[in-house]
């Protein structure tokens, strides 16, 4: 039943293949954890206790809270549960599972002087042509996967206040 889900949902959707890959992956753990249960019986305290057992950080907690969300979701539309028990996911379930940042740490923030040297290494290494996105992260706040998608024609440093275009492609 799992396996066919998994199937009709990934087909209804338009992703990237690293998000794709990334769905595969943690709908397998999904499945291997409850595969042998109907979908319909699988409560909110067994999908809790799932997510708590991986003891895992915030964010990747959250991510497989959402893939399991999806996967519920669909299975909601093809009647194969009368509804989602991840609706009743709390906000108080969010902090005790999700704590914010990596391990329940702030991102970190560089120094004027660690910053100085990212960039004195990026500029002095050509050859690995990490200099302007390291400018572009560093000053523009661009994320690494945006940086990634992004096309140099989406600079635009020629004109009277020069800009960077981030369209939804990226």
Known sequence: EMEAMKKGWLDSKEIRDRSL???KYRAAKFTEAFGSELIKNISLDEIK????AFGLSGRSTKNYRMVV??????????KFRADNPLH???RADKRELEPGGENGREPSILTVGEAERLLTTAFAHPEMDLGAA????LFCGIRTEELKRL???AVRLADSHPFVKIDRSI
């Open 21 to 23: 890959r990334d769905f």
């Open 49 to 52: 206790a799932w997510l708590k």
């Open 69 to 78: 969300g999806e996967i519920m979701k669909y299975a909601v539309q093809k």
């Open 88 to 90: 009743g996911f709390t």
């Open 134 to 137: 390291i400018v572009l992260a």
């Open 151 to 153: 096309e140099w024609n």
